[in-house]
C-alpha cells in the first residue's frame, strides 16, 4: 500500500514502520543501503536446498546479508513466515518445489524500482504505536495500518510473526485521535467489529486471499468507508 502511494505519488512522503528486525532490514538495505548489493545478490543465487541452507546458516553480518537471508526465507518457508520455526515450501506452486516462488529477476527489478524513488519514503524500525502517536495531530498525516491479526483468528500454536501481539485496544484508541484520515486491515473477528463500534468507526468486510489462495474476508476500519461500497 506505501510502495503504491509512493509510486504513484498520492503522497508528499511515505513513513514506513516495521518492529521485526528481518523486515526492518530489508528496507533499510532498499531505502538507505546498498541496495543493488541485494538486488545482484539474488539474481545471482543458485536456487536449492543445499545453497539455502548454507546460506541461512552463516551470521548476517551486515544489514544487507540479514535483508538477503530475510528475502530467501520470505521466497521458500511456507506462507512466507519468517518467525522461527516456520515449515519450508515443500511442493509449492505448481509441484516446483523450493523455487515455486522464487522470482529472481522480478524481485530484483522491484529492489531497484523501489531504490529509485528511496527519496520519497523514510522508514522507521520501531513501534508503529509510537510513531501513530507522534503524527496523530498532524492535519495532513493520513494513516493505513496493517496490524498482525488478532488472537482469535490466528490459528492456536501458529505464529505468523516475531512480533504477533498488538494492544489492539490501545491502536483503537490512537485512531480516534487522529486529526487526519486512517484505514486499518483486519481479521474478521467479533472483538474487533465491537471495538469499531465502539469508537463510531465504519467497517466494511472484503474478500481477499490467503497465502494459501483460500477466499477469506478481511475487516476494513475506518472513519467513512463509502467508497469501498
Ligand atoms: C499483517 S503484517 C503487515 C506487513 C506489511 N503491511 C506488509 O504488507 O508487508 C503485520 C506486521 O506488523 C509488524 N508489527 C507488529 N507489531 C508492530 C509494532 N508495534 N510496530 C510496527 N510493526 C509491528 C509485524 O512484524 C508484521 O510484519
Known amino acids: 500500500m506505501a510502495l503504491t502511494v509512493a509510486f504513484e505519488q498520492r503522497a ?30 539474488i539474481l545471482d543465487f543458485e536456487m536449492d536446498q543445499e545453497s539455502l541452507n548454507d546460506a541461512l546458516r552463516r551470521p548476517a553480518l551486515t544489514s544487507e546479508e540479514l535483508a538477503f537471508q530475510t528475502i530467501l ?9 519468517l518467525a522461527p520455526g516456520a515449515g519450508k515450501v515443500k511442493h509449492g506452486e505448481n509441484g516446483k518445489g523450493l523455487r515455486s516462488r522464487w522470482y529472481p529477476a522480478t524481485i530484483r527489478r522491484r529492489i531497484l524500482d523501489i531504490a529509485e524513488i528511496r527519496e520519497r519514503i523514510t522508514f522507521i524500525e520501531g513501534d508503529g504505536l509510537e510513531v501513530a502517536r507522534q503524527y496523530a495531530a498532524d492535519p495532513s498525516a493520513v494513516f493505513f495500518i496493517d496490524p498482525p491479526y488478532t488472537a482469535s483468528t490466528k490459528r492456536a500454536g501458529s ?3 516475531l512480533y504477533s501481539e498488538v494492544d489492539h485496544e490501545e491502536l483503537f484508541h490512537i485512531a480516534s485521535t487522529f486529526a487526519g484520515d486512517f484505514l486499518m486491515t483486519y481479521d474478521n473477528a467479533p472483538e474487533l467489529r465491537a471495538l469499531a463500534a465502539r469508537y463510531g468507526f465504519d467497517t466494511e468486510l472484503v474478500a481477499v486471499k490467503s497465502t494459501h489462495h483460500a477466499e477469506m474476508t478481511e475487516l476494513l476500519i475506518g472513519r467513512n468507508l463509502d467508497w469501498a461500497r
Open 12 to 41: 508528499g512522503h511515505v513513513l514506513l514502520v516495521e518492529r521485526d528486525p528481518q523486515v526492518a532490514a530489508v528496507w533499510h538495505t532498499i531505502l538507505e543501503g546498498d541496495a543493488d548489493w541485494l538486488a545482484e545478490a
Open 73 to 81: 526465507k520470505n521466497r521458500t518457508h511456507r506462507g512466507g513466515i
Open 159 to 161: 505464529r505468523l510473526y
